[in-house]
């Protein structure tokens, strides 16, 4: 009998090259994306040492950061994106790797269109330059961003040296209530265990809650588990994984698909296997969940007050909230709920898929954004675009008075001419809230996109509870094909 | 190793110097490097924007108050910052940006895991301490700035110095903490050697792996 394995023991010891004693594992790398801002250097570097790309067939770009939003005027925010665009496009094609410019229908947020493209398969090793590539471990493979070094590590080799990260279980159990959805799961798990507190680890989420969650949630989920530090987020393939895969584009297709279902069948943790840590929590008991400060582990139940300092734990803990409240320009013991908003940004690689637009879009129908509130929802791909406008959503949001612009980071990340100007509060449904992420003096607020809409209508912080909006066409077990 | 796969970069050994302090839990590597100066295909330039909104005001001006802008930080080549230094986004641009400011050594508590393995990636050392040590350190250069501290990679200790103080009938420095590394990654530093060299001399294991799996 063999020792039983947790699934990230499962994918892991499949993807091992070579193990030598004292020195980490060579690991072999299935699939690498590829974005604008963190490749140039990695580029530069093989062509200093004459060196190509290993894998072109395993290795796809897109243009995401630095990439404008606005439909009529695409006009890149400033020379220096320009050339980083420019140098992207020159790159792939010297290398010869296949990439989705802002020219094609597949461009998006790297994140979103590598599992849209079925890229994104169960059991693959997947790396990009970019943290949130825990994203793709909804699907059970190993996914993990790294630094610019390793990317050009992984361009040459197909190959990174890792050292096995420990495992940490987040079981969530229980029926969320309703209103409550993933990113409220997430920020109160990242809530519950801080923003180092799984650092080192790989997290594999389980339970009824978990597997209760479509396929877009659970990319929401493991999209923020890097928000507690984590190597890699996963949840095990099952039957709502292999629906959603099958037919696009770069899936298996005939005697291989069903081959790759059978394999894939096999990725869960085995009956009696060991994590080096657990968490648990109840979904039942969650309410809609906002951050009040400047890290992701900041967040407390929309019917909450904003905490004081002197509920730290330690005394840099205590520092620590005050800096975040004198950034925030919050009082401690006031309640979030009825703060001025600014801005709600409802988009990025945690929250801009199709579920979300249209949770978002059900609360804004029929209803106006609250005057002087400017309202951002950019879509994660040009697929997602396009299948928004097919449902009419992109209808509803700009009657309701929003701006419904083209796929990109966008606000998440202010480098591509959306941004807070300083002192603004936001509503964002992102995954960072670190001062200035958004725009320099900029404030955020992260949340859920019920949130960020129910926000957007009445200009405050607001509970989405408080208000009546359809939920019946917000599951989506398919997705978009693209 | 071949022509083709070495790359040497600087050896790491013993770095002996001022320190800056920076007390502040989880700095997050949007601080440490705005996005807006991510926009570079270069690595050089930017130690200039290091802290780039810590470090001055929205009008452009110097923030003097801000550690690393006193006259006495500067020369400093290492810097002792609270937990979880170095999370956030995966950019080696942070590393890049704070070696291009001067720093060889960063003292925290605890790290980021992405930060750490791009900080050993471009020669900057992460030295994980206990928060004991840590308040140490910070408590030493509160009382004198012209505290030194001596981080020693082969040995790997953190010594605390003695500053310019007249200290001729004090004990001679002591070890203050020692400090874990993973083996690999300091032989990398001591000797100057790149992981891509150490992968592409395995090319033959990798052509293996390639033809079984795929
Ligand atoms: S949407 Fe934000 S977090 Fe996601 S990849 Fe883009 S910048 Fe990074």
Redesign the interface.
Known sequence: MTTPKTLFEKVWSEHI??EEP???A?I?IDLQLIHE??S??AF??LRA???RV?RPDRTFATMD??TPTLPKNLAVV?P??E??LA?LTANCREFGVELFDLTTAEQGIVHVIGPELGLTQPGMTVVC???HTSTHGAFGALAF??????V??AL??????Q?KPKTLEIRVDGKLPRGVGAKDIILAVIAKIG??GA??HVIEYRGSAIEALDMEERMTICNMSIEA?A?AGMIAPDEKTFVWLEGRRFAPKGDEWTAAVARWSALRTDDGATFDASVSLDASTLAPMITYGT?PGMGIAVTDRVPDPSSGATP??Q??IA?ALAYMDLEAGAPIAGRRVDVVFIGSCTNSRMGDLRAAANVMRGRKVAAGVRVLVVPGSKAIKHQAEAEGLDQVFRAAGAEWREAGCSMC???NGDQLS?GQYAVSTSN?N????QG??GRTFLASPLTAAASAITGKVTDPRTLSFDTSNARNDIGVQS | MTATTAEKREPFTTVSSTYVVLPVENIDTDQIIPARFLKVTDKRGLGASVFCDWRFHPDGTPNADFPLNRPDAQGARVLVAGANFGSGSSREHAPWALVGWGLRVVIAPSFADIFKQNAMKNGLLPVEVEPAVYERLVAARHGDARATVTVDLPAQTVTLGTGGRDDSRAAPPSVLARFAIDAFAKECLIHGIDELGYLLDRTADIERYEAKHH
């Open positions: 090259v070579r004292g020195v980490p060579m072999y801002v963190t140039p250097q530069d570097g040492r004459g060196l290993r950061h630095s400033d220096q994106a050339a980083q140098k330059g970019d943290s961003g790294i630094g610019t070094s390793e050009e590590h040459a080799t197909q190959c990174l040296l050292r923003t180092g650092t080192g530090g190597r890290n840099s803990d520092a620590t800096k990340i202010a480098m300083p960072r670190f001062e200035g992420r320099r003096g």
